[in-house]
């Protein structure tokens, strides 16, 4: 037993990244629980009653509470430190684009780089297979508004790293995995990903 | 001028009302200022250039400064209020709720409605057609996974009502407009959303 929070997790999944790559900026010590994903083992009976109703992860555990939903467990690791704004309207900024992320971002360029790469297009349903074109499209998009932003300042929210933008960070830099999207188109975004990259505590998704 | 803040929005929106029922609830004044999004009225011009690049209502206007993303937003008004639970996981438990409401819910319960009863049946895409079940499906398991949650305790989030609540609140109330949806199947939700039109300073998504 450690007094360390715990990560449920797969860790090829962004999601779950985005908690270890928050709790490597701070330094802050974690365990991982890796789950096969592509085996079931989130839907397993013990994994819905114990850990997520939802049967999804990353879910990170704190003692014997469970916190699911990826963006919220980097806000209860963050909160109070330097990846969280100190402004008020910042710190809602920051919260805007997680939200953001999870509604434009991540239901196009995640589900897509899962569907190409994991399940495989052969694999994928019919009614998948006819949302690739949309998903594309709304995933360009969500590039694009990031770009014209990041045109402007180096920063997604405030004047320097949050949770904002390891939470974008994470599908974005993988983004090219499906064999869909092209990160050169959006060039203000890639040097945004080399700053990222370049910030004291930066662990890779391999780490 | 005023000094309030300035709700840019489409009354009928659930993701609008959240912010109105958060003013409500803390007896803030907000300005509003309607626009039709059936008329395309968010994606002109001087909308992408001055409220949201996104092209979406609502944005919360504070001073000079454009909030896009409803939760974003609620987050804005009662940071430091009872809405927002003062127990570091409870507060974070509520961002989840949040986060669970634009991922799970709302592209489910939301869309359906917006396509039912906005575009029509008959008007939709071949391809938005082909996702009715899917999102029935999905919208279900969120009206379950709330039920059960609810059956337990009486607010999403920590002891009291709070932004989490609201958020989900905002399309759960209407879910039976798109004809998908039958809420006497999940009691416990029922249950919660009278204890939320009781609460001192509701306000209904008519008003």
Request: negative net charge; charged residues 25%.
């Amino acid at each position: 037993m450690t007094d360390w929070p715990i990560l449920h997790e797969y860790a090829a999944s962004g999601n779950c990244y985005k908690i270890r790559l928050t709790a490597a900026f701070l330094d802050l010590p974690i365990e991982r629980r890796e789950y096969d994903i592509m085996k079931g083992e989130t839907r397993t009976a013990d994994f819905l009653a114990h850990v997520n109703a939802n049967g999804r992860i990353p879910v990170l555990q704190v003692g014997e509470r469970f916190l699911p939903e990826s963006n919220a467990a980097c806000f209860w690791l963050a909160e109070g430190t330097h990846l969280v704004p100190h402004d008020r309207f910042d710190r809602a900024d920051m919260l805007r684009w997680m939200f953001f992320e999870q509604y434009n971002h991540e239901p196009n360029i995640a589900t897509l780089r899962f569907w190409m790469g994991w399940v495989g297009e052969r694999n994928l349903t019919d009614l998948q297979r006819a949302q690739i074109p949309a998903k594309q499209e709304a995933g360009r998009a969500a590039l694009a508004l990031m770009d014209e932003h990041l045109a402007k300042q180096d920063w997604l929210a405030g004047h320097a790293l949050s949770l904002a933008d390891v939470a974008l960070y994470a599908y974005t830099h993988v983004a090219e995995d499906s064999g869909l999207f092209v990160l050169s188109e959006t060039p203000a975004v890639e040097r945004w990903i080399a700053r990222i990259e370049a910030e004291p505590g930066f662990a890779a998704m391999s780490a």
